[in-house]
């Protein structure tokens, strides 16, 4: 059965990133700056983005397993240009922060829908996929910030304009090239499924993963909001630390091309998130000596590394380990739980300074991580040689051998 074409999945996962690029990276400043909201309220406004967030990613995944995913794709794309187009005419208060909620909403169910259409795929390797679906999706991320400052500083207006035109350009490619039999049919298979029962070592995996998305996003936005109040506090100008965030989506193009060369070498994708948590553990460490603008950039480069290793490994193993029926749903729930590290992590950050002071905050995410990773690897060392592999359609009881591989060339998983 004709699959969608990975490079127009790709394309697609592309143009959203750089319009929501051109988006999120402002938000705090412009509610703050331009329409005078607190910093409390900015604050309760970012949290009530991330909560739509994860409830556009859960239910997102739940349709994809129930329902067409093509005409899904295109609901949720349609959301993000009534939006924005909405945005165009009316950006102030309390249109701007409504739209938000809606933006972050149609974002989770978009990503979900990407990240869901991506297990259809069975012709290529699932790393790599979600590998090259991470690459386009940061690649999007350096383009966007690239720009958004300069169109900023010349109008809010165009700012939103070029985001909405960047939108009908994913939903052209959509339309055209997401109408692939293995889509269009794809949702007679999953209705016609029993109740899908998960073997318990997959559903015991998969939660410790989800375990790990929470907190290992919750201490990865201290990197978003915290630091630059602790970097500016030390002297570091602004700039410098924006710097840092281009610098991180630059080295993330460069290390996914790196792993998807050695992904021809390395097959073990469960080594690859041990790997990657920890380099995030190890950049925490490095931020406690951290006392000049040369360690902050040391540390940060320690961060894209782990999370350019981890994070797109994880969803291709869920991917593995979960039934052509529920993909979307297990999908979504990968983007709920990280989603929901996101939206209380300056929360925790926040109570962790006023209370204690940033080395303790530094000291408390490395160790966190580090209890994640010893976490998955007992999880995984007692049930990865009883879990159930999903190649395309099919299920297989995994030998030790083989789960200790997944990934492997030439497997679709």
């Known amino acids: 059965m004709q699959?969608?074409?990975?490079?127009?999945?790709?394309?697609?996962?592309?143009?959203?990133?750089?319009?929501?690029?051109?988006?999120?990276?402002?938000?705090?400043?412009?509610?703050?700056?331009?329409?005078?909201?607190?910093?409390?309220?900015?604050?309760?406004?970012?949290?009530?983005?991330?909560?739509?967030?994860?409830?556009?990613?859960?239910?997102?995944?739940?349709?994809?397993?129930?329902?067409?995913?093509?005409?899904?794709?295109?609901?949720?794309?349609?959301?993000?240009?009534?939006?924005?187009?909405?945005?165009?005419?009316?950006?102030?208060?309390?249109?701007?922060?409504?739209?938000?909620i809606f933006l972050g909403l149609a974002s989770g169910w978009t990503l979900t829908m990407v990240n869901s259409l991506g297990t259809t795929i069975h012709s290529r390797d699932g790393r790599y996929i979600f590998n090259m679906l991470y690459f386009a999706q940061n690649l999007g991320v350096v383009l966007g910030t690239a720009l958004v400052g300069f169109v900023y500083s010349t109008s809010v207006t165009l700012l939103f304009a070029i985001a909405f035109s960047l939108f009908v350009c994913f939903m052209a490619v959509v339309v055209t090239c997401y109408r692939a039999p293995a889509v269009m049919h794809r949702h007679v298979v999953a209705q016609t499924q029993e109740k899908v029962t998960i073997a318990r070592p997959n559903r015991r995996i998969m939660a410790a993963f989800f375990l790990s998305l929470v907190i290992i996003w919750i201490m990865y936005e201290q990197w978003v909001s915290n630091l630059s109040v602790y970097m500016t506090g030390m002297g570091i100008p602004m700039r410098d630390y924006s710097l840092l965030w281009t610098?991180?989506?630059?080295?993330?193009?460069?290390?996914?091309?790196?792993?998807?060369?050695?992904?021809?070498?390395?097959?073990?994708?469960?080594?690859?998130?041990?790997?990657?948590?920890?380099?995030?553990?190890?950049?925490?460490?490095?931020?406690?000596?951290?006392?000049?603008?040369?360690?902050?950039?040391?540390?940060?480069?320690?961060?894209?590394?782990?999370?350019?290793?981890?994070?797109?490994?994880?969803?291709?193993?869920?991917?593995?380990?979960?039934?052509?029926?529920?993909?979307?749903?297990?999908?979504?729930?990968a983007n709920a739980w990280a989603s929901v590290g996101k939206a209380f992590g300056p929360l925790f950050g926040g109570l962790v300074i006023d209370h204690g002071s940033y080395t303790l905050l530094f000291i408390l995410a490395a160790v966190a991580n580090l209890m994640i990773l010893g976490l998955n690897g007992l999880v995984i060392q007692r049930n990865q040689h009883r879990v159930e592999i999903y190649l395309g359609v099919w299920c297989i009881m995994a030998s030790e051998e083989l789960s200790r591989t997944i990934g492997k060339s030439g497997e679709s998983i």
């Not at 996962?13 to 909201?37: E, K, Q, V």
């Not at 998807?260 to 995030?280: D, R």
């Open 247 to 333: 610098l991180n989506a630059g080295l993330i193009v460069v290390f996914q091309a790196i792993i998807n060369w050695l992904s021809n070498f390395f097959s073990n994708l469960y080594l690859q998130v041990y790997a990657g948590i920890f380099f995030v553990a190890l950049s925490f460490f490095t931020l406690i000596f951290a006392k000049d603008y040369a360690h902050f950039v040391v540390a940060m480069v320690i961060l894209t590394l782990g999370e350019a290793t981890a994070f797109p490994a994880i969803p291709a193993i869920v991917n593995s380990l979960t039934p052509h029926a529920v993909k979307g749903k297990y999908q979504g729930m």
């Open 3 to 100: 699959e969608i074409r990975l490079r127009w999945l790709l394309l697609g996962a592309l143009c959203s990133s750089i319009g929501m690029s051109f988006i999120w990276p402002l938000t705090t400043i412009y509610l703050h700056n331009r329409l005078g909201a607190s910093l409390t309220v900015v604050g309760v406004i970012l949290l009530l983005y991330s909560s739509a967030n994860v409830v556009g990613s859960v239910l997102g995944g739940r349709l994809f397993d129930r329902f067409n995913p093509y005409y899904l794709t295109i609901g949720g794309v349609a959301l993000s240009l009534i939006t924005l187009g909405g945005l165009m005419l009316n950006h102030g208060w309390p249109a701007f922060p409504i739209a938000l």
